[in-house]
């Protein structure tokens, strides 16, 4: 990764007395996973240019940072961060830089108040947004922005372009060098989300550090510091209330990503919408005991621990990570004894013949089927309908119709990459007619959300009972 | 006195406190068998005599007790035991595990007692304790028959306890030193000339004999072979008498057991003078049966009394019972299990025709034993979770069935006419329309529609997989929850999933200065484990797919149980189906399906599937995504990085500043980069249809009846170009060489002909020891071994690993784990073959495929 950053002040070579590396000399140093080089390929009084050369070693990297929270990518033995700016870059810059970034030169204070005007140079980094997103975020702080987005391959066309960009920035009107660094400092490595070492309160607080004075103003304050902090929303949510004098009211689950329109469905609110319709739907069935089947993180087995009417409940689902979550979120461990008796978790997958669901009054299978190949919704059927066999089922699911309303998705497409399949209205009540037919249920289907002209709602619930 | 217990029992000492029963149970009962209730209070209060601790202390008692029944030990209760209360609740635990209760009362003189208590120090209670406790085992004597104690023994002084001489006793249904071979007959109901029918075709003489007027049969069965009638030999048929004949003088002759059906058991007690209703063709059996003699008749009650529920043979691998039996009442004795043994399990619902539905059991049988019975009438034989119902229905039409053991075979013999209508209809009727099966809708058999549902309890957890190599294979819980995760949400339906390849360890790391990998030290491995041969093949960089393929749609119905239009599949090494695009796979299939046909390999292996373990390529096929997001795109950043470097170093070098040491190392790298680039290039070809697949078939691993394990690997690269030829645009025969281990000139051509790949950007060679399996008696090794060629290496271990720093910290890898899942997915994945071959139930095929998914969860260097 090669950083250099340019001045055209006049003389242009006492940018070496602010950043205390004298022009004529080469020097290394060392930093976490590898070296930094600092060296001057031009310096006279018209302009003077010094290069920050980071040189990470690959397998160094794999080795010792061996960090909680490490990314995927790292965990990779082929990966991009010796040749991306990154939060390695911020370190780096914190290392070699220290005095200028933190507004100290005692030989010259003088220069610590003249503005100066700067082009820097970042080969490569990262974007996935492109030239639009370092426009958001560099613009507002007074720099114009060019970049040349890489092809992935020249001798394959057909792969497209890379996300890695050569970034050029110049600033529009003078400024200080504490000021630019700062900026380098904070934002490099908020363009591909990713970070080399554990994100705990102090980053948020180093953050708070470096961003003063300028992060509060820029308008997109709270994609740079949820960026920033790895999506770590408690810790958003510090830093923001922080930074803006504790004024500042974090709504639940309003993030919109910035650029990258991420398979979100739109309305934020839909899924707890699908959660009260279904709980509606335990509740009116009088079921005293429950089965979440898919249960995730536990949404639902919180509201039903609220529900004094159910007895027994039995949260599964097949990924073990997501009930650790849900043990924790539920605070299972501290959790008082008669709460405890009534609810249990179990890993367990919809496919198998599993003994441990019978004798519940209740099911609710929320947003779980389109998840199963459709060739194994047969034996779905079978485990839920023959071997557990509940008084009643509550089962939701994606109407496909309605992904028309949604813009960014393509033809043809699933609104989660995990979905085997999308079922139409038509579609979802052939399925749960031949259920009802097989396994002696009946059923109603009810619409979730709001309902649009002829495609109906976005999704889909349907209430089966054993028939008398 | 001489005490008979049999092996599985529960005794129960009854007696007072210093009755003596503790030294008793120690002087006849190992340490293990013998469980105290003092201890048991001791072991959860830390002391023997803690009253407090009873309740507790009976409860870890009670607990013992019924593992040990349910394991099929004996076990011996030494408390007072003299309440009914505390015997009531040991009974019911012998009786939940079909185990024969015994008591033995220890009944000492009251004055023996007391003086025994007076000399004792660790017991701190009064003698009135003890003189209540004696008038309570008094009171119980009279009691015990009453409780319900099968067998019961009083001892009353201390010379009848010293003279006690205890004699254990084998089941009568234990017959496991009884190998066979056998022939098992089903239910014969009086159709005495089928079943002479059926004996002759089995190689049995039948000679009559005239003694005193009375005919006799003295029957001779081929060499060694014994034969075994399941019950029900009488009513309905026209000549249930000469059938009891003929089967009480084989067994006379010690030449046939026999264990006893409903009818048979029905026809005793109406012998007896029980009243029993006249129905269901006993009164068939009852007129015939007047014209014998008495003495026939005597000699029938006789027989029929002394017959035993079922028979456990052959080392305990064969059971035999005339309604069929669970695997927990399989070698017990009680009343449950007799019943179950002559009436199944019913479900307590009546059918339509006025009949108890049949429950059934064998549909949830997991018992290792192989369960042979009769009972209930079907059109045809069906093997079921090692069980099978032989019972043909012969009196209503069908055939007289035997099945020979152990060679698996059936042999029926028709009915001569229908002798009775059947209440409910068992045979398909072939003139009604909706009873004929339609051609082209393949109807599940029985074991494929339990097969249908496989039960999580037979994969979640830690599990012990026994394979036939006589190696176990642990798959610990982590890796099972692991396992189920990426099974149920992303593997094919499991009937399709035979088989997963195992993972590939790399030789030892080389010890040549320029070398991570080189295949001298595969060589070496193989020699120093003393074999002669190797195989070496070329390494194809493609995805590992492996291919199940039938012959048409109706075959993959048939055989694999699948309800879907499809003939075959192709997934990838971790049970993925291969294709996103099923045309494509569609395509793909049907031109190895013409290969196949056009060599004539479907007559040849005389099979309707085969079984490929194969490399895809090419490798962009599958893993282009991979490609995009991670080798292209850290080739892309490294590229881009690095053409600014160089031209600002030069720079700097133009203004005099020192610049030689940093130039040299970017000049290196931005050399390695270009290596890196093009070593990936070398394997991605855009993929627009099947023109540019290309298969490379490296083990056919089984078809019909056969795992190809025993074949070495000479055999499978000639079968599969042979194949090759017949489709030269899809199929790719493997290019190898044959190594001679101990001729130096032989392995030098090995290594000139992995560098000569190599050099041409080829990943390498796979070097496998000539014969396919890798293990023999005790000694095992390497099934298989990589070697991958030095640029090659460079996608794996990134741009400039062989940078001299680098490759020596790389070389200190370690292969001990890999190499170790290596050769227990192998052995797994041949497991899972043989099973299937041998049509056992799914669920033990996918325990091996799942323990493999399981062991791929182990954290191991994802690069070796």
Known sequence: MLLTIKTYHHPATDIGFLLHKHPDKVQSFSITGGKVHVFYPEANEDSCTVAMLMELNSIDLVRKLKVPGSSSLLKHYINDRPYVASSFTSHAIAKVFSSALNGKCANRQDLLETPMSFDVKISVLKVRGGLPLLEKIFQPLGYIVSAEQHPLDENFEEWGSSPYYTVLLQTKSTKYLKALLTHLYVLLPVFDNEKHYWIGKNEADKLLQRGEGWLAQHPEKEWITRRYLKNFSSLSKYALKKMLDDEYEVIEEDVVALIEPEKVEKKQNLHQQRLNAALEKLKESKAKSVLDLGCGEGKLLRMLLKESQFERILGMDVSFKSLQRAKEKLYMDNMAPRQKARINLIQGALTYYDERLKDYDAAAVIEVIEHLELDRIPAFEKVLFEVAKPQTVVLTTPNAEYNVNYNFLQKDSFRHSDHRFEWTRAEFQDWTKHVCETYGYSVNIFPIGEETERIGAPSQMAVFSISQ | MNIKIPELSLILLVGASSAGKSSFAKKHFLGSEVISSDYCRF???????????????????????????????????????????????????????????????????????????????????????????????????????????????????????EAVQINREKLWNDKKEIAGPFDII????????????????????????????????????????????????????????????????????????????????????????????????????????????????????????????????????????????????????SGTVRSFCLYGETTGEIDSFGLPVRYNWAKEYKGKAMVVYGHTPIPET??????????????????????????????????????????????????????????????????????????????????????????????????????????SRFAINPKWLIYLPPTMSPSATSELPDYLEHPLEAFTYYRKRGLEQVICEEKHMGSRAVIVICKDIKAAQKRFGIQQDRFGICYTRTGRHFFKDTQLESTFLTKLRTALSKVGFWEEFDTDWFCFDCELLPWTAKAKALIEQQYAAVGAAAQHALTDVLPIIDQAKARGLEMDELSQFYQAKASAVEKYRNAYRAYCREVKDINDLKLAPFHILATEGQVHSDKDHLWHMTKIAELAKADPNLLLATPYKIIELRNERSVQEGVDWWLELTAKGGEGMVIKSFDFMSVQGESFWQPAMKCRGKEYLRIIYGVDYDNENNLKRLKKRGLNKKQGLALNEFLLGEEALQRFVKKQPLRLVHECVFGILALESEGVDPRL
């Not at chain 2, 185990?99 to 007391?114: N, R």
């Not at chain 2, 013999?413 to 329309?433: G, H, I, M, W």
Request: proline share 3%.
């Open chain 2, 43 to 161: 072991l959860v209060s830390d002391e023997e005599n803690n009253m407090d601790a009873t309740k507790d202390a009976f409860e870890l008692l009670h607990y013992i007790v019924a593992k040990r029944l349910k394991r099929g030990k004996l076990v011996v209760v030494d408390a007072t035991n003299a309440q009914a209360d505390s015997r009531k609740s040991l009974l019911k635990i012998a009786k939940e595990y079909h185990a024969i209760s015994v008591v033995i009362t220890l009944h000492m003189p009251e004055s023996l007692l007391i003086k025994r208590h007076e000399q004792r120090t660790d017991r701190p209670f009064d003698k009135q304790v003890i003189i209540q406790q004696r008038r309570q085992v008094r009171q119980s004597l009279k009691r015990l028959k009453r409780e319900g104690f099968r067998y019961i023994y009083t001892l009353r002084t201390p010379e009848e306890v």
């Open chain 2, 186 to 333: 089903g239910d014969i109901h009086g159709c005495f000339d089928e079943l002479q029918k059926l004996l002759k075709m089995l190689g049995y003489h039948i000679y009559e004999v005239q003694h005193e007027e009375q005919t006799y049969y003295d029957v001779i069965p081929p060499e060694g072979r014994k034969a075994i009638f399941l019950g029900d030999l009488v009513d309905r048929g026209p000549k249930s008498p000469q059938v009891l004949r003929l089967v009480m003088d084989m067994i006379k002759n010690n030449d046939a057991y026999c264990v006893p059906g409903n009818h048979d058991v029905k026809l005793l007690r109406k012998l007896s003078g029980k009243n029993v209703q006249i129905k269901h063709g006993l009164k068939e059996t009852l007129e015939q049966l007047e014209n014998c003699s008495e003495e026939f008749i005597e000699e029938v009650k006789v027989f029929l009394k002394k017959l035993v529920s079922h028979y456990v043979l052959d080392g305990g691998k064969l059971v035999v019972a005339h309604a069929g039996l669970r695997e927990e009442m399989q070698g017990r004795a």
């Open chain 2, 382 to 487: 069906e093997w079921l979770n090692n069980t099978i119902n032989i019972d043909t229905g012969c009196v209503f039409g069908g055939a007289l069935t035997a099945l020979q053991y152990p060679e698996k075979r059936v042999v029926s013999v028709k009915a001569a006419e229908t002798y009775c209508e059947s209440a409910r209809p068992f045979l398909l009727d072939t003139n009604d329309p909706e009873t004929v099966q339609k051609p082209e809708i393949i109807q599940l058999s029985a074991q494929q529609e339990v097969d249908d549902l496989l039960d999580i309890k037979d994969v979640a957890g830690k599990k012990y997989i026994w394979t036939h190599h006589n190696r176990n294979v642990i798959i610990r819980e982590e890796q099972a929850i692991t396992a189920l995760e990426a099974m």
